[in-house]
């Protein structure tokens, strides 16, 4: 069975630092990895969206990275500011589901950046 | 600005009442996704459509639950009759059919509450 997985569930970083978020999935055979931000009451908002053919994307302070050997994606947030507060969700398209279907989410990383 | 728009955003009903959601996906998107997010069980796919087709709906409780797009641009997910364990926020998403490179957009969700 195909799974994602975020550890740990909820991080709390004081403000301007730099941050790692986990993602860990079970079958490296994948089509892409998506990482995801949702605010509270509101819907999800795609941040990157990474290839099986590539190892990273950046976009402004965000970079994701993804290492399919070992079933892991990381999302970088450099210099972190309180509206970065958030919860963050990893998804992966895999292979034997189909290229043309869903996606399989992580249960998110709820992150607090405090001022 | 393209955007995934839902309907109601908030239902509040009693046990045994049915409830329909509505959803209008982003104008030349050809595959409809209806996820439920709860605490407990994160963010679960429960049916998706590609050119109004239903593609799979194994996440859905058939007994209770239906989902349909009646034409390109409206798709609905009701629930009759309705039950307690049903409270969740329901999303829509949709995108372009194309398998690896695709990004989902989200709607805002419903945030249905079954007493």
């Known amino acids: 069975k195909q799974e994602v997985t975020q550890i740990p569930a909820a991080l709390s970083v004081p403000e301007g630092e730099n941050l790692v978020l986990n993602c860990s999935f079970t079958d490296s055979a994948i089509y892409n990895l998506q990482w995801f931000r949702q605010d509270p009451g509101k819907g999800l908002t795609s941040l990157l969206l990474?290839?099986?053919?590539?190892r990273e994307q950046t976009s402004g302070r965000l970079n994701a990275s993804l290492d399919k050997s070992s079933g892991r994606s990381t999302l970088y947030i450099a210099a972190s500011q309180p509206g970065d507060s958030a919860t963050y969700l990893c998804a992966v398209r895999f292979i034997q589901t189909g290229a043309n279907s869903k996606l399989t989410f992580g249960k998110g990383i709820t992150l607090s950046v405090r001022p | 600005d393209a955007r995934v728009t839902q309907t109601p955003r908030h239902k509040v009903t009693e046990m045994g009442q049915e409830v329909t959601m509505r959803c209008q996906p982003i104008?030349?998107?050809?595959?409809v996704f209806w996820y439920r997010q709860t605490m407990m069980q994160g963010l679960e796919l429960l049916a998706y459509?590609?050119?109004?087709?239903?593609?799979?709906d194994s996440g859905m409780p058939k007994d209770r639950f239906s989902a349909e797009m009646p034409d390109a641009t409206l798709a609905t997910l009701k629930i009759q009759p309705s039950e307690p364990r049903d409270s969740a926020v329901y999303f829509c998403?949709?995108?372009?059919?194309?398998?690896?490179?695709?990004?989902?957009?989200f709607g805002p969700g419903t945030r249905l509450t079954v007493l």
């Open positions: 990474i290839q099986s053919s590539q």
């Open positions: 998403a949709s995108d372009l059919g194309q398998g690896g490179t695709d990004t989902q957009y």
């Open positions: 459509f590609r050119n109004r087709a239903p593609l799979d």
């Open positions: 104008l030349g998107h050809n595959t």
